[in-house]
């Protein structure tokens, strides 16, 4: 497929346990971003990738959230010891990295932490 | 502090009418925003942008106005269809390839 492909679709935890999010962007797109969005909320931004560079790291809420990119197209987002307070859909979205291009959002990983 | 807001949480519109979703922002170094679908259990989709330098885009049937001095969007569709109802973001974004911050979103429902 052509778009932002993110798995699991949907993933259970129980508290403390780590988890790894993958998610493969358009092909030929330079950035990549992950966001969180918790119900009833917008998006927020987590962290944001320029190939294999992580430029911003700034939303990540802990230093329990670790993202990378290390071959600049797939990117694995990864939380350890899982609270709660982590339970979010997960949304990637690549761009082609040129002046206003917009976002597109992959269907997302729903997160719940039991 | 939330920097884009959307304060109607949501919208019901009579089918062939026109749909107007309101945004509002506080930071002026925005100068670039983009609206957004969301149906349930998918990802956002891309709907139209605006560049700070204008104050209108149109798409079809989907037109953004900006008021920069009035720090506000909005998103008209007309004539409205069953389709298009879904939750719609607001999103601002400040240079090239910068994060963009979202609005909480509007519900729009489309009736018969």
């Known amino acids: 497929g052509a778009g932002v492909s993110q798995s699991p679709r949907y993933k259970v935890a129980k508290r403390g346990q780590d988890v790894a999010l993958r998610c493969d962007p358009i092909s030929g797109h330079v950035s990549l971003f992950w966001y969180q969005q918790a119900l009833g909320q917008g998006p927020e931004f987590l962290t944001y990738?320029?190939?294999?560079?992580?430029?911003?790291k700034s939303g990540l809420p802990s230093d329990r959230f670790f993202a990378e990119r290390p071959e600049g197209s797939v990117s694995t987002l990864k939380i350890q010891r899982t609270q709660q307070e982590d339970s979010a859909v997960y949304l990637c979205a690549s761009e082609l990295g040129t002046a206003n291009s917009p976002l597109h959002f992959g269907n997302g990983t729903r997160l719940t932490v039991t | 502090d939330q920097q884009v807001k959307q304060n109607s949480p949501s919208l019901s519109v009579q089918e062939g009418r026109i749909s107007i979703l309101n945004c509002d922002y506080t930071n002026s170094m925005f100068d670039y925003f983009l609206w957004y679908k969301k149906y349930p259990a998918e990802g956002p989709t891309f709907l139209i942008s605006?560049?700070?330098?204008?104050d209108k885009n149109e798409d079809g049937r989907f037109t953004v106005f900006l008021n920069k001095s009035a720090k506000h969007l909005s998103l008209h569709i007309v004539p409205s269809q069953p389709g298009d109802s879904a939750v719609y973001f607001c999103a601002a974004g400040a240079g090239t390839a910068s994060k963009l911050t979202f609005g909480t979103g509007t519900r729009l429902q489309v009736t018969l």
């Open positions: 605006i560049s700070s330098i204008k």
């Open positions: 990738f320029q190939n294999e560079a992580q430029l911003d």
